[in-house]
Structure formats: structure tokens, C-alpha cells
């Protein structure tokens, strides 16, 4: 499939996520129970430390994870994640995160995301997803 987005919702997602693209993510591919989404690290999303915010890798890590799992016709939303951040990002970094579907138990799901750059990783990130009984807008 030359189509990086194997279901119509994924693609419905990510065309109206604004936060996403004002940071720059690019989906890789996206599919049930899998995503992969890139973002180079900027100048403008720097700490005072010169190194990626934490948040920023977050919500690279927190966009695959949605894609991954939203993969009916019903909303499903993170219910909470932990994430640790082992080895920084610097400018012009290029992230890719990988999020992969461990286990679905009716509403509930479980994901793994890894943000690497370079075969270094940099954060691991554990989200617990709930699917809705809200319909896609």
C-alpha cells in the first residue's frame, strides 16, 4: 500500500491535529496498533538547557500513540502515560517515534512508545488508551 495511513480515520486524525503540524510531525506510517511519526528537533523547541523539552518529545510520542490506536469509528483518547527520558535531543535531531499496541481489553488498551534519533534512544513511553462511545467528528 503506497497509502501511509491504512484507515480513513487516521488520516481524518492527523489533518485536524494543528498541534502536530505547528511541530513539524510527519507520519511515517499509520495503521492499527502501530504508528510511526518524525519531528526534527528546532531551534524554538530547545530548554534552557539546549536539549529538546521533555514536553516536546511527549507530544511526538503522544501523536503516534494516537494514531496507533484509533482504529475504529469511535474516539479513543490517551487515559494516561509515563514516559522516561533516557538520552537528550539536541537541535536539528531527527525523532521518530514508534508506537506498537501490546493488549486491548474491551475499552482498554495498552501501548509502548520508543523515541530514538540516530539508533539512540531518547524517551520510552507506557499509555493506557480508552476508547469512547463518542463518534469521529
Known sequence: MDDVYATAQGRRMIEADAASAALGMRVVRAQPGRAIVRMTVRADMLNGFAVAHGGLVFA??????????????????????????????????????????????????????????????VAELRGRTRTTGMPRP
Open 60 to 121: 511526538l510520542a503522544d501523536t503516534a500513540l494516537a494514531l496507533a490506536c484509533n482504529e475504529t469509528d469511535a474516539v479513543t483518547l490517551v487515559a494516561g502515560a509515563d514516559i522516561a527520558f533516557l538520552s537528550p535531543a539536541r537541535e536539528g535531531d531527527e525523532l521518530e517515534a514508534v508506537a506498537e499496541r501490546r493488549t486491548i481489553e474491551g475499552r482498554s488498551g495498552l501501548y509502548d512508545v520508543r523515541v530514538s534519533a540516530a539508533g539512540r534512544v
